[in-house]
């Protein structure tokens, strides 16, 4: 199904379905995407934000709010909410995630949480029961999404594959410099020692700069195995970032040490940068240590 979104791009996905279905997942997903999220927001509220949102008044694109059983017998109201909306003109759409009775049942029986309509009743009752309130919400979604035999990462996948931006890589990518006698980044996702390189810091007239001055930079440059470890990291990240993405992860920290984090690693972590941005994968680039 075609993609809702207002005439300048906004977009606005009303999130609903079935306790324990996964839409917590759903929703953590749609807020690595960029989506302004809010979780259990009142349906009588939803007409006001709605209106806010595709007004233009505010700096939010995409939103994604969830809707569920814990609102009650307010719940009842949204679908009379969501035809509201549609008659306005506001092009919300309404994500319904949905799973068969026994992984409900298996899932609350492994979290040992109770049902939100099942104070009174067993789980499968309380079940049962939300399954008949949300009934006339189902048959109004635009999409609909078994999780039954879905994991965590597929569920993501799927997510990410649909909703997000055309032309967007859902993938922050963050290049370190540091220097190993301060120690490893504790957030690096990947590593690389590129100590193997000659030492800028033992060339009197270069050492004063740093890996940015083009200077330094030629100097590393000038020996083949900088040129050859360069393309082989280029063709390891462009074949594990598309992966990655896949998978549904959000940031991929990668980080390149030197002996102080002055030189040889800044001078590649920069490089590299330059490499992924011609391949339309932007990276922010952090020099931890360049000024001890």
Known sequence: MKRKTSRDGRQLVILTGLS?????????????????????????????FSEMHFGGTSEISR??????????????????TIRQLHREGLPAELVFIEASEES??????????PHPLGHDRSVREGLRRE?????????????????????VHELRRFITDRFHSRGKRPLMISLVSFGFRYGIPGDADLVFDVRFLP?????????????????????IRSFPQTGEFLKRIESLLLFLIPHYIQEGKSYLTVAFGCTGGRHRSVM?????????????????VTHRDINK
Do not use: W
């Open 199 to 219: 030492n800028p810091h033992f060339i009197a007239r270069l050492r004063p700069f740093s890996g940015k001055d083009p200077k330094v930079a030629r100097y």
């Open 268 to 284: 590649l972590a920069e490089a590299v940068r330059r490499a992924l941005a011609k391949h339309k994968f932007p990276a922010k």
């Open 131 to 151: 399954r008949v309130l949300m009934d006339p919400i189902r048959k109004m979604a635009d999409v609909v999404i078994d999780t039954t035999k879905f994991n």
């Open 63 to 80: 939103a994604a709010l969830l809707v569920d059983a814990r609102e009650g017998a307010q719940l009842t109201r949204l679908p009379e």
């Open 20 to 48: 324990g279905s996964g839409k917590s997942t759903v929703l953590k997903t749609f807020e690595d995407l960029d989506f302004y999220c809010v979780d259990n927001l009142p349906v009588d509220l939803i007409p006001t």
């Open 104 to 113: 409900l049942l298996r899932r609350y029986s492994e979290t040992r949480r």
